[in-house]
């Protein structure tokens, strides 16, 4: 009887094995008790884990401001402006984004940009690239706008109104802006302005700047300019011209009744319109053949004054 009642069964000598099997509390718990952790010692093994593990929790990664990670349950309206919306633990991080970022600087409202002041400001801001036409928002309005030559020009228009615009054409009256137009102003003499450009023009084209036509600067008259002396070779381009005779007004009296005689002011102005393309090229013929009339005019007088000399 005493023999059967010692044995043990299966189950019970296995879990005598495990608990055999299993080491020791810790260093002085050699009387079998449960393991324990020193904290102490846990935390010093992995201080270097902990610390950057806090570091992360504090310090703000990726692209979203500070009040984008909270939960939203705890998101308040106004909370990228007024830092009181956010938790006090986050509002130093939140001032530090604001300080760093132009959100707070408030754009002026609509009553103060469409005062004239600010109107013209903005204007001559958006034309520093490219010089604006006087009909530039009107143009902009109906039109693909393209930038050539310093301007900023209609290409083509975006509607189909092709055949009113043709119409306009034919039986009618068609604006355009040319005001993109180069102007060259030459003054002086009419007779040595137009003895001086004589070599840039020519005219078997057809009438020159010293046709009667022009010369009384009521009509507008259109040239060929060349290259000095090369015609008909190395054209410039296709000008337009127009003279600006001021008349001098000189008082007489015959018989008693006052009259004017006009003439001609040594003062007259050759307005030459050209293409913004060939306008550098214009104005370097203009002034090689105005330099090289001074130096023919200068040489001709110093002849001259040769000779009176020797004569005398």
Excluded at 25 to 35: A, H, I, L
Excluded at 115 to 130: G, H, P
Aim: hydrophobic fraction near 30%; include cysteine.
């Amino acid at each position: 009887m005493e023999g059967v009642g010692t044995k043990q069964t299966g189950k019970a000598r296995r879990k005598e094995k495990r608990l055999q099997s299993e080491p020791s509390s810790t260093e002085g718990g050699k009387n079998g008790g449960p393991r324990g952790v020193n904290v102490l010692d846990f935390a010093e093994a992995r201080a270097m884990e902990l610390s950057s593990m806090l570091k992360a929790i504090r310090s703000k990664s990726g692209s979203k401001r500070i009040f984008q990670l909270l939960p939203r349950h705890m998101r308040r309206r106004a909370m990228s402006h007024n830092l009181k919306r956010l938790p006090r633990r986050l509002r130093a991080v939140a001032s530090k984004e604001i300080q760093g970022s132009e959100a707070d600087v408030k754009p002026p409202s609509r009553r103060q940009r469409r005062k004239v002041k600010n109107l013209r400001e903005e204007y001559s801001r958006r034309q520093r690239s490219y010089m604006w036409l006087e009909t530039h928002l009107w143009h902009a309005k109906r039109m693909h706008m393209t930038n050539k030559w310093g301007y900023r020009l209609p290409n083509y228009v975006n509607v189909k109104g092709v055949r009113s615009t043709y119409r306009s054409l034919i039986y009618g009256c068609l604006l355009l802006d040319m005001s993109y137009y180069q102007c060259i102003q030459v003054s002086g003499d009419m007779d040595n302005i137009i003895s001086t450009l004589s070599s840039l023009f020519s005219t078997e084209t057809g009438l020159s700047i010293g046709a009667k036509a022009f010369t009384k600067g009521q009509r507008e008259g259109i040239a060929i300019m060349y290259h000095d002396g090369t015609y008909p070779f190395h054209p410039v381009g296709p000008v337009q011209f127009l003279w600006n005779v001021v008349p001098a007004k000189v008082g007489q009296r015959e018989q008693g009744v006052e009259s004017e005689v006009h003439q001609l002011s040594l003062a007259s102005k050759l307005w030459i319109f050209c293409h913004p393309a060939m306008y550098q090229e214009a104005i370097a013929e203009i002034q090689k053949a105005i330099s090289k009339h001074d130096l023919c005019r200068s040489n001709q007088v110093s002849k001259s004054d040769h000779d009176t000399s020797s004569s005398g």
